[in-house]
């Protein structure tokens, strides 16, 4: 199945290994208090998730940035359920997410021990499109940090997966062929396709219920890894 012996295993963070949509759910919770907003927290969430998945695609396609991502999830999401909210509040409850998401330690059921499984075996290492000052912290926070030996961002690598750029630096950083490598992560265009291009080979987590498809293995939780490797 594999192109070659696998001795190193990329993952991505979000969606992944980090809990991200209880976590998010979480921080909305502390700032909409904080803020003293009174939102009906699934109503929001109903139409959060889907717009934030959205400019999450465009941000990758580079066709918004980094603060039009943060300002219009958050506009958009309040102008669908009817909460009116001055510009100054979105930019304050952008920043006081920012600030708290990573506080949240949440991680995919079988992370912890799907890492112990793997790490004396293989090399790990983490691929992420994330913001640079909340994705160390995040690691750190959930104590999975230091299972991994490389770190690359979006940030970092000036491009975000899929460009070939970001998985490239990954491999040169960790000094392994990609034939030796393996990408593991949620999203079919950023993770499988994307590492499929540089030549690493792919196991898609259909953690979002994605359609089905052909391109790589498919599994639905982290402990089906154990089939593979």
């Not at 209880?22 to 717009?51: C, W």
């Not at 460009?163 to 949620?186: S, T, Y």
């Amino acid at each position: 199945m594999f192109k070659g012996r696998i001795t190193d295993v990329f993952f991505d963070l979000d969606h992944t290994l980090w809990d991200f949509e209880r976590n998010s759910a979480l921080t909305f919770q502390f700032i909409f208090k904080e803020q003293g907003l009174r939102v009906d927290m699934a109503h929001f969430l109903e139409y959060y998730v889907p717009i934030n998945f959205k400019f999450w695609k465009l941000y990758r396609e580079e066709r918004v940035s980094k603060e039009e991502l943060r300002y219009q999830r958050l506009r958009q999401s309040f102008d669908a359920i009817g909460l009116q909210v001055n510009d100054a509040g979105i930019n304050a409850l952008s920043e006081s997410y920012i600030q708290h998401l990573s506080n949240f330690k949440h991680v995919l059921p079988g992370t912890y021990e799907i890492l112990e499984y793997l790490k004396g075996s293989y090399k790990l290492h983490i691929i992420t499109n994330g913001f640079s000052e909340i994705q160390e912290k995040k690691m750190r926070n959930a104590n999975i940090r230091h299972y991994f030996n490389v770190v690359v961002n979006s940030e970092m690598a000036g491009v975000k997966k899929p460009n070939p750029k970001i998985f490239q630096l990954a491999l040169e950083k960790a000094g392994v062929p990609p034939q030796n490598a393996l990408m593991i992560g949620d999203n079919l265009e950023a993770d499988i396709l994307g590492a499929q291009k540089v030549g690493l080979n792919a196991i898609h987590l259909n953690s979002n219920s994605e359609q089905h498809h052909k391109f790589s293995e498919i599994i639905h939780h982290l402990h089906e890894i154990k089939n593979f490797l």
